[in-house]
């Protein structure tokens, strides 16, 4: 790993995440009465309550509302999810007051068009692995993990190795 990209997540407060494409392999099941199923990976899950427990929050930002995401949130301990954000990037400022944290103490992850603009204002950028080639060529580390298979959780390993180096255990 980059020197810069240690320093950068030494510094890391909050870790935003992306859902469809991200958290999930990006497929989306719908019946006629909408959404049905998720595909949530158990890492990801792990790596949200690694965080926490060494004070790393983690937000969800997505432009999707769905109940399915809400419900995964709460089980595994998300702090706090903004569903509905077409502009992700004018949530940016709500974020930062809530947490009383600056853009540079924050990761975002996310894969796709909609995300560039908040990939451009956060201290760590991220995408999976098959994140669009647009996205990867701008951030500041490409997964080698693909969305819904562990990206997440190599996000969240990549920071706790960089703050916490002696440290060999963060559960």
Not at 135 to 160: H, P, Q, T, W
């Amino acid at each position: 790993m980059k020197n810069s990209l240690k320093i950068k997540c030494k510094k890391i407060k909050l870790v935003v995440t992306d859902v469809d494409g991200v958290l999930t392999d990006g497929g989306r099941y719908f019946s006629s009465t909408g959404e049905l199923l998720k595909k949530f990976h158990v890492r990801d899950g792990m790596a949200v309550n690694l965080l926490l427990r060494n004070n790393i929050k983690t937000i969800i930002l997505t432009k999707e509302t769905s109940k399915i995401t809400k419900s995964w949130a709460k089980s595994m301990n998300i702090t706090k999810v903004y569903s509905g954000a077409k502009i992700k990037e004018e949530k940016l400022k709500s974020i930062c007051d809530f947490f009383d944290t600056t853009p540079i103490e924050m990761a975002f992850i996310g894969d796709d068009v909609n995300d560039i603009n908040l990939l451009k204002k956060v201290g760590i950028s991220a995408s999976p692995s098959d994140g669009i080639s647009q996205v990867k060529k701008m951030v500041d580390y490409v997964c080698k993990n693909s969305g819904g298979n562990g990206a997440f959780r190599e996000l969240a390993d990549l920071i706790l190795q960089s703050k916490f180096p002696k440290k060999t255990n963060w559960y």
